[in-house]
């Protein structure tokens, strides 16, 4: 039987969703507080001396002040695009052409895809980013590699082929039966397999044809488990060629929606120039939404609405958008999210940014139960920042007079230095 380990440290986890309730109501803060875990699960957490007691044999861990988390849920990334991160000088059309799309084709040789995928998963590591939901390329040898770095580090991922038919190079261009047909393969071989599930991945309207969407539209209706992920109105150029594609269509919603790409379990990335009527269906299907902060202001894509899509009661994830967005760390997408909100005259507390990057993304991609939180039951996918990790940090830090105000520099200045471990699926990975 495997040994249970006692990680001592301030602790802070949520029991609700601070957009929905004052966060004094939604958050369980332990100044000295304790997470037992074994063999890969939270057994407990709360204060540090009751669970020292209960577990009088388990081995200690003490992190003094360190604040233990859940890990960070990145809810929309491309991996592939690890190697092109911040690339200068476009926006999003020109930007797929000029660097993504390269890129990308490169993955048709599986060993540049398995290099680039344990990459990808160290980088995160090293910024406390348990787990993601990752597009891949057309090539199913990107989805295999990313999957089975993924397995091999007993970590929860989600993935997909990324499809596209049309206006896309034609390396990287399948058809509707090809896109079909592989990514069926491909869900059947791996959804439920070790902690990986699989994503129905039409990368965006532009890039499938009717007949694609239609074609995926009918995988997913033959498996509405398992989740579908998509981009959705990110740049008003983008929604502008969608109109000119689909005259027939209400708005670009429809595009999905006429294909049978519209549901509870479809993740809708960006999302920023919405019409009334979009999000009316979304909230009817109750759809997740994916706010991409560092990407939408890298690539010039606009202002997500997070007050008022929260306040229409939408579910919303945070994510990087690696690498159209400029950074792995979900600490600086939590610091773009603020930024965001306040060119938006909104300012979002420390406890709505964390929500976001660990139980509001589990809940966006329907983990909830799962990851993101310490609740007893819960996979142990746990970090542990040190919110004095630099000296520009450490002064503004030692002033605080709650732990909001200690924790706030670390999110607008911390980086993977603030990380003193990493926990995944109950596996030391960092520290
Ligand atoms: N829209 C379609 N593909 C992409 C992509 O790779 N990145 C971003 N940011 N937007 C997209
Ligand atoms: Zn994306």
């Not at 233990?68 to 695009?81: K, M």
């Not at 995928?117 to 090539?139: K, N, P």
């Not at 499938?208 to 398992?226: F, K, R």
């Not at 920042?385 to 999110?411: C, G, H, K, M, Y």
């Amino acid at each position: 039987m495997s040994k249970t380990i006692l990680l001592k440290g301030q602790l802070l986890d949520f029991t609700g969703d601070p957009f929905a309730q004052p966060h004094e109501e939604v958050t369980l803060i332990e100044t000295r507080g304790a997470v037992a875990i074994r063999g890969g699960e939270i057994l407990d957490r709360g204060p540090a001396d009751r669970l020292a007691a209960a577990y009088p044999d388990a081995q200690v861990e003490d992190h003094g002040d360190g604040l233990i988390l859940p890990g960070f849920v990145d809810s929309h990334v491309h991996y592939p695009q690890t190697a092109m991160i911040a690339s200068w000088g476009k926006r999003l059309i020109d930007w797929l052409n000029t660097y993504t799309f390269p890129e990308e084709s490169r993955f048709a040789d599986p060993e540049y895809a398995a290099e680039i995928a344990s990459r990808y998963l160290d980088l995160t590591t090293a910024h406390g980013t348990t787990s993601m939901v990752s597009f891949c390329t057309i090539h199913s040898a990107s989805v295999e590699a990313f999957f089975s770095e993924a397995a091999k580090r007993g970590q929860r991922v989600i993935g997909g082929r990324t499809c596209m038919d049309r206006n896309a190079p034609d390396s990287l261009r399948d058809t509707a039966q090809t896109a079909y047909d592989e990514s069926k393969a491909l869900l059947e071989k791996w959804h439920g397999q070790a902690r990986i599930s699989y994503a129905i991945t039409p990368r965006f309207t532009p890039t499938s044809t009717p007949d694609q969407l239609a074609a995926l539209g009918a995988l997913w209706g033959e498996h509405p488990e398992v989740l579908m992920q998509t981009h959705l109105s990110e740049q008003t150029d983008e929604i502008q060629w969608v109109r000119e594609l689909h005259p027939e269509a209400r708005d670009y919603l429809d595009t999905y929606e006429a294909h049978g790409l519209l549901g509870e379990n479809g993740l809708y990335g960006h999302a920023i120039h919405l019409e009334q009527r979009e999000i009316d269906r979304l909230k009817e299907v109750n759809a997740a939404l994916i706010h991409c902060p560092t990407s939408n202001c890298f690539i010039g894509s606009g202002l997500f609405d997070m007050q008022g899509l929260k306040r229409e009661g939408l579910r919303v994830g945070l994510a990087t958008d690696t690498g159209g967005g400029s950074d792995f760390s979900m600490l600086r997408t939590m610091a773009a999210a603020y930024e965001v909100a306040q060119l938006r005259h909104v300012a979002l507390h420390p406890a709505q940014l964390l929500w976001l990057a660990t139980a509001g993304s589990a809940g966006a991609v329907g983990m909830a139960d799962r990851i993101g939180t310490l609740a007893p039951g819960s996979e142990a996918d746990i970090i542990v920042l040190d919110l004095a990790s630099t000296e520009a940090i450490a002064q503004r830090s030692r002033r605080a007079n709650d732990l909001w105000e200690a924790l706030f520099p670390t999110i607008m200045m911390g980086d993977d230095r603030a990380l003193r471990a990493v926990w995944i699926g109950g596996r030391k990975a960092l520290g």
